[in-house]
């Protein structure tokens, strides 16, 4: 698709030609001989248009005076290239520019600023994060270059190299990145997890929750490790912690915590759960979830998930109702039980395969939690949605 666009991305190089040629006409009486004259950047362009880019650097390099119109050029001609995916040939422009002697140190950052990016273009993270670092030690394009050293270490999974850039961005910007680093402690909590290494993780979960008591996801975390460990208490404490902190996750909050409170013989606080989730939320699980403990008691929940399909109807209430309803002796008698069957498991089919979260920047909608959106790359973004088409656990 690039290389279909190309020749209109000339459309921006040709003006500044045109800028440069106006300026080097203007200079003639003193430019020197290996100054590009109007011939030459005629023949630039008919390179670059014609498909031969390496004579059109050569003829840039050839230039031994570098007014700030040529600069111009070469930084013009390099972003071209780094556009079209041809780095190989912005790394050339970008390099052979830096090393002209007598380059102002402006004009030293605006260049190394571009050779960075080409070689995070290019893969090449630990070159990128050397031009980034010189950058900030000159004084130039410093929060910029920090945010990218803070990228790239994300991007290699260093969360504790993320950690330090983003403390470092927050003392440059004068802004808190605890909720960005609260997620790195996670992300190091989740490795600690993986590996098996169950009392590292926690304590890095709760490092999570002491950087930012308002990430979610850090209490989350910390609530599974918990109740891994065998401290329900302590696991229903953080997992109503997270429901505080955000209704959206009530989806995700009544197996965790059906498991954990009555579990532990606390039926009281989990039917106050349910009760202050039917006010703070207009999710439709808590009927689901009420339905439940009936049929735990022996009591048949089918008038319950009636009330709630009146209050609050949905596809997850509706579907529980239909497998309570298939069980009933009358129903069975009068050979509705099939068609209700079928009618619920449609449904089920139907709430499978909706999403099952979203991203509140850009929209992404997978069927798994993802912490950091892999569309937009915002963390924290994505949370469960439409929590009534879908039932718990």
């Known amino acids: 698709m690039l290389d279909s666009l190309f020749p209109w991305l000339l459309v921006p190089l040709g003006l500044a030609l045109g800028w440069a040629l106006g300026r080097r006409q203007s200079l003639a009486a003193t430019a020197p001989a290996a100054v590009l004259n109007p011939e030459q950047i005629g023949g630039l362009l008919r390179q670059l248009a014609s498909d031969d880019p390496d004579q059109a650097i050569a003829a840039l390099t050839q230039v031994t005076q570098l007014d700030e119109s040529a600069i111009e050029l070469h930084l013009q001609l390099g972003n ?31 260049v190394r600023r571009e050779l960075a990016y080409d070689y995070m273009r290019a893969g090449i993270m630990d070159h990128a994060e050397q031009q980034f670092e010189r950058l900030i030690s000159d004084g130039h394009y410093v929060a910029e270059s920090l945010d990218q050293i803070r990228q790239i270490a994300e991007q290699i999974h260093d969360w504790r190299a993320a950690i330090a850039a983003a403390r470092r961005l927050e003392a440059a910007q004068g802004e808190s990145k605890r909720a960005l680093i609260a997620q790195y402690w996670c992300e190091l909590a989740e490795e600690a997890r993986r590996a098996k290494k169950a009392e590292e993780a926690l304590q890095l979960a709760q490092r999570g929750t002491e950087e930012d008591a308002d990430c979610v996801r850090a209490h989350l975390l910390l609530g599974g490790l918990q109740e891994a460990a065998g401290d329900k208490p302590a696991a229903a404490k953080s997992y109503l912690r997270a429901f505080a902190l955000d209704a959206r996750y009530l989806p995700d909050l009544l197996e965790p915590l059906y498991r954990c409170l009555l579990g532990s013989g606390d039926s009281e606080t989990y039917l106050q759960f349910l009760k202050d989730a039917k006010e703070i939320s207009a999710s439709s699980l808590p009927f689901i979830a009420e339905a439940r403990l009936l049929a735990d008691e022996g009591i048949d929940p089918l008038d319950h998930l009636a009330q709630g399909l009146e209050v609050r109807p949905s596809r997850a209430v509706l579907a529980q109702f239909l497998e309570v309803l298939e069980k009933q002796p009358n129903v069975i008698a009068a050979g509705l039980d099939k068609p209700a069957a079928s009618l619920r498991l449609a449904l089920r089919r139907l709430m499978e395969s909706a999403p099952r979260y979203q991203c509140s920047h850009c929209g992404f909608s997978p069927r798994q939690q993802f912490w950091q959106c892999p569309s937009c790359k915002r963390w924290g973004s994505i949370a469960p949605i439409d929590e009534a088409m879908r039932l718990p656990g």
Request: aromatic share 4%; hydrophobic share 40%.
């Open 80 to 110: 071209l290239f780094r556009k079209r995916g041809e780095v190989d040939r912005a790394l050339r422009v970008h390099e052979t520019l830096l090393a002209r002697p007598n380059l102002s140190p402006a004009v030293q950052g605006q």
